[in-house]
């Protein structure tokens, strides 16, 4: 594929969609439709988005027998989904900062240890070049209702038995869904 130009079609309060144009290697033209948190891509090195957008937290109780996971209602699904906490990294924000706010405005639980960060990813690499950094470590508290009335969210911890349970009957993130899966194993 070759880059010919990208342009601006919609911008949104959170996202903007553009059309990517390419050459195909039989020199047909291909548009290609994306996503970005990006309000102002102009060339194909602004498409590589060098900044992480989100940080996803993968928590365990201290006694490392469970792992937390939320059922949220997401609204692009129109359903309620198994998810990791997770959200947008603040304008100033370290993803540290992030993921400690994000796990309390999500769940009430207060972020005890880091123990691993996994290198960066894309949350959804067949329409949007967002990326995301995750976290690994572990949460103590008592769980509280989302801080957001914009946001669903009942958050749980589960064990490798109830997690093996939910994958074969309930929609989970894709991300959250691989983790455990081999998690639970």
Request: glycine residues 6%; negative net charge; contains cysteine.
């Amino acid at each position: 594929m070759k880059f010919e130009y990208l342009e601006k079609k919609e911008q949104g309060k959170f996202i903007t969609r553009y059309d990517l144009h390419y050459k195909t290697e039989d020199d047909k033209d291909k548009v290609y439709e994306i996503i970005s948190r990006n309000h102002e891509l102009k060339t194909f090195d602004d498409i590589h988005n060098k900044k992480v957008d989100a940080v996803v937290l993968i928590m365990h109780d201290e006694t490392g027998e469970k792992i937390l996971i939320n059922k949220e209602f997401r609204m692009a699904a129109g359903a309620w989904v198994y998810n990791f906490p997770a959200g947008l990294i603040d304008p100033g924000e370290e993803p540290q900062e992030s993921a400690r706010r994000e796990l309390k405005e999500e769940t009430g639980l207060d972020l005890v240890s880091i123990e691993d960060w996994i290198g960066e990813s894309y949350s959804a690499v067949g329409f949007s070049n967002e990326k995301n950094v995750c976290c690994v470590g572990t949460a103590t508290g008592e769980f509280a209702k989302s801080s957001s009335t914009l946001e669903e969210i009942e958050p749980g911890w589960y064990t490798k038995e109830q997690v093996r349970k939910l994958l074969k009957t309930e929609p989970f993130a894709a991300r959250t869904q691989a983790y455990c899966y081999l998690w639970s194993k």
